[in-house]
């Protein structure tokens, strides 16, 4: 399955281009988006949309959007949102993310009956600084739906509102732990949808198999609670999307990590239209 994406354990690819900081210390969001701008300039599926913008101080910034609208396949699109780069310090996500869209600019059929909306730096300021937080000190992942003032969690939140999204994706990176693991919540299927894709990851990276992990009951890797405040669907939406939190060992190499996050959204999506198809016979 995950051939499609020339994805090889012992072929290492081409280690993405370090953004390094400026003279200020910050790192270019700018240079970091250039080859999704540039793919979606010319491009019949991947539209990119800048225009959501928020203030931190004196500056303004903006929650770089982008539609990946794959090749129509049924009646009606179904609308995954896929989110990383919440926490600034996690880049791996960011990168894999920027990958995976990439790579499906060139193998749209991957992404056949999909609309998928991402967001591949959720904290441009956290990015920017390096920095967990947000450049006031705050965990964006802690905010959400709890009347928070943070801008960029507003704004994501108004985006999780808008698109009614079937399912949402977060990428993230632990570094407490020895190797790959998800957090599942949401829709009933979620569970079925979880498991493939943590043992596409194992193709790459070891799953973390101890029965707790970031202090939550785990088994097999997947761990069914998480979290106050993290990037969910509104509270009230039902029917419940699927919610996975994927989440990397941040001691592993980059490519590895990078590769990882790829064969587990790949598997994902493929698993999600399957059982979608498959629905109306139940």
């Not at 599926?45 to 101080?57: C, E, N, T």
């Not at 609208?69 to 949102?81: S, T």
């Not at 399912?167 to 919540?185: C, K, Q, R």
């Amino acid at each position: 399955m995950h051939s499609a994406l020339s994805l090889n354990k012992q072929a290492q690819p081409a280690q993405w281009p370090e953004v390094k900081p400026n003279r200020g210390g910050r790192r270019s969001l700018s240079r970091l988006l250039e080859p999704l701008d540039q793919a979606a300039a010319g491009s019949i599926h991947l539209i990119a949309d800048h225009g959501a913008r928020f203030k931190r101080g004196d500056e303004t910034y903006e929650l770089s959007r982008y539609l990946f609208m794959g090749p129509r396949a049924g009646d009606e699109a179904l609308r995954i949102g896929i989110f990383a780069g919440v926490h600034g310090d996690e880049p791996e996500g960011v990168h894999a993310l920027i990958r995976f869209v990439l790579a499906l600019e060139s193998q749209a059929d991957l992404a056949a009956g999909y609309r998928l909306f991402v967001y591949p730096v959720c904290n441009p300021t956290g990015y920017e600084n390096g920095t967990r937080q947000a450049r006031n000190g705050g965990d964006l992942n802690r905010e959400f739906w709890r009347g928070s003032r943070e801008p960029e969690v507003r704004l994501l939140q108004s985006e999780l509102v808008a698109h009614a999204l079937d399912g949402i994706i977060a990428l993230h990176t632990d570094d407490t732990s020895h190797g790959f693991y998800g957090f599942a919540n949401g829709a009933t299927l979620t569970q079925h949808l979880i498991e493939p894709a943590l043992r596409a990851a194992e193709e790459f990276l070891p799953r973390n198999g101890h029965d707790r992990i970031d202090g939550f009951r785990a088994r097999n890797g997947i761990i069914r609670h998480n979290f106050e405040g993290v990037l969910s669907a509104p509270p009230k939406v039902r029917p419940r999307p699927f919610e996975i939190t994927l989440e990397s060992p941040r001691a592993a190499p980059n490519y590895l990590k990078e590769a990882a996050f790829v064969a587990a959204l790949q598997t994902i999506l493929t698993r999600y239209r399957e059982f979608i198809a498959y629905a109306p016979n139940l």
